[in-house]
């Protein structure tokens, strides 16, 4: 059975630092989501990784994927308070891309002023 | 365009009553997905549409839980009769279909249902 788990589960931090948020599965996959969801909102898409090495950016945060190990990062840089929320990775095993998703248990983040 | 949408936002019933809840997905996408997060617990699939017909349903807790999607356009899921460990958020999503290529899935707002 596929496992996700990231770490922390929960992060409080001030506006200004930077930090890593850690996604490790336990089946190979190369499809990776990382999600926002704001208090009583959707789950939001911030990234899509769908290979090895990849890496992409949008503003403050960046995500990157490494197959072989079996890890996904989102790593936060300067925080603002904007970006508090809690944040989702979930993974695609199936290889058509089409599949169920299996979700870790998500980042609560909470970023002070 | 208009997202994910999801009827109720909110659903409060007593144990063995029935609960009926309904997702529109994008227009125009083939897949529709269900999940549930039940408090303190990951967000768990529990079925996949395309179209018209049942994917994968390998995520249904049981026998009690209904799902369907005629003609292909909006869902319903049906628990019957409830108990108070559905209780949770249930999110419905979509995606466009074959030879979309990277198949990203759009969340709707989610019901959270409250059985009592």
């Known amino acids: 059975e596929l496992k996700v788990e990231q770490n922390p589960l929960f992060l409080s931090m001030q506006e200004g630092k930077n930090y890593t948020i850690y996604c490790n599965y336990s089946?190979?996959?190369?499809?990776l989501y990382w999600y926002r969801q704001d208090p009583g909102k959707s789950l939001e898409s911030l990234f899509v990784?769908?290979?090895?090495?990849a890496v992409k950016q949008e503003g403050r945060l960046m995500a990157s994927l490494d197959t072989k190990a079996r890890l996904s990062t989102l790593h936060i840089t300067a925080a603002v308070h904007d970006l508090s929320a809690t944040y989702f990775c979930?993974?695609?095993?199936?290889?058509?891309?089409?599949?169920?998703?299996?979700f870790g248990k998500g980042t609560h983040l909470i970023i002070q002023p | 365009e208009a997202g994910v949408t999801q009827f109720p936002s909110h659903s409060v019933i007593e144990k063995g009553q029935t609960v009926t809840l309904r997702c529109d997905p994008i227009?125009?996408?083939?897949?529709l997905y269900w999940y549930r997060r039940v408090m303190g617990k990951e967000i768990k699939f529990l079925l996949h549409?395309?179209?018209?017909?049942?994917?994968?349903e390998s995520g249904m807790p049981n026998n009690r839980f209904l799902a369907e999607r005629t003609g292909g356009t909006y869902s319903t899921l049906k628990v019957q009769p409830a108990e108070l460990e559905d209780s949770g958020v249930y999110f419905c999503?979509?995606?466009?279909?074959?030879?979309?290529?990277?198949?990203?899935?759009?969340f709707g707002p989610g019901t959270r249902l409250t059985v009592t």
């Open positions: 227009s125009g996408h083939d897949n």
């Open positions: 979930a993974v695609d095993v199936s290889g058509g891309g089409a599949d169920g998703l299996t």
């Open positions: 999503a979509s995606s466009q279909g074959v030879g979309a290529g990277v198949y990203e899935q759009y």
């Open positions: 089946t190979t996959s190369d499809r």
């Open positions: 549409f395309v179209k018209e017909s049942k994917q994968d």
């Open positions: 990784l769908l290979s090895n090495g």
